[in-house]
């Protein structure tokens, strides 16, 4: 079956760093997502990885490690707005469809 | 681009009536997803169309549920005879080919 693990909750600090981790275990496996989900509105795509390694998109970045099975997203300069919902998500069964995992609740806080 | 757009936002039905969600994919994309979405977890893949065509239907989507996409532009998700399991977010998302999925606002199912 598919699996894709990643912590319920975190806080962090304004102006700091956090690190989001996921682990997935798939068939099929195509690439991993990350969204953003604020409360009641629709997932925002962040960033997209294909192959190991990191992607950076200004303040934040991905990295992924296939033989692993494991992912980060990564959140620089924290802002309060930054609070949110962050999910994690597999691209599977021939690329077509994503599996999330439960999405981490980041808390930014002063 | 105005996003990809879902009616209506709320839905507050009872037991056993049948409801029908309508979503208006961004206009270039061929593919289109339904997800459910229940609180506090991620959203479960539904069903994929790529054209008219519907290429993939998940367990989860029982033959209470249908969803068309009769000219693969708009797509309908309709639930018959509902049932409180059911009360959820219904989300859509649409996609040009394999590049990432963008999602409409959603719509709030809630079953009396």
């Given at each position: 079956g598919q699996n894709i693990d990643q912590p319920t909750e975190m806080t962090a600090t304004e102006g700091a760093i956090v690190q989001i981790n996921c682990t997935y275990q798939t068939s099929g496996f195509n690439g991993l997502f990350w969204y953003q989900q604020h409360a009641g509105e629709a997932p925002t795509f962040l960033s997209y990885n294909v192959l190991d390694g990191l992607e950076e998109k200004g303040r934040f970045s991905s990295f992924l490690s296939r033989s692993k099975g494991y992912s980060y997203l990564l959140l620089k300069e924290l802002q309060m707005k930054d609070s949110a919902s962050y999910l994690c998500a597999a691209l599977t069964g021939g690329g077509n469809k994503l599996t999330f995992g439960t999405g981490t609740q980041l808390k930014v806080e002063l | 681009d105005t996003g990809v757009s879902q009616d209506p936002r709320h839905k507050i039905t009872k037991r056993g009536q049948n409801v029908t969600f309508r979503c208006d994919p961004i206009s270039e994309h061929n593919r289109l997803y339904w997800y459910r979405q229940t609180l506090g977890q991620g959203p479960e893949f539904l069903t994929y169309f790529q054209n008219e065509a519907q290429l993939e239907k998940s367990r989860l989507l029982s033959d209470r549920f249908s969803a068309e996409r009769p000219k693969g532009s708009f797509s309908t998700l309709e639930i018959q005879?509902?049932?409180?399991?059911?009360?959820a977010m219904y989300l859509c998302a649409s996609s040009p080919g394999d590049q990432p999925q963008h999602f409409g606002d959603g719509t709030r199912l809630s079953i009396l």
């Open positions: - | 005879r509902t049932e409180q399991g059911d009360s």
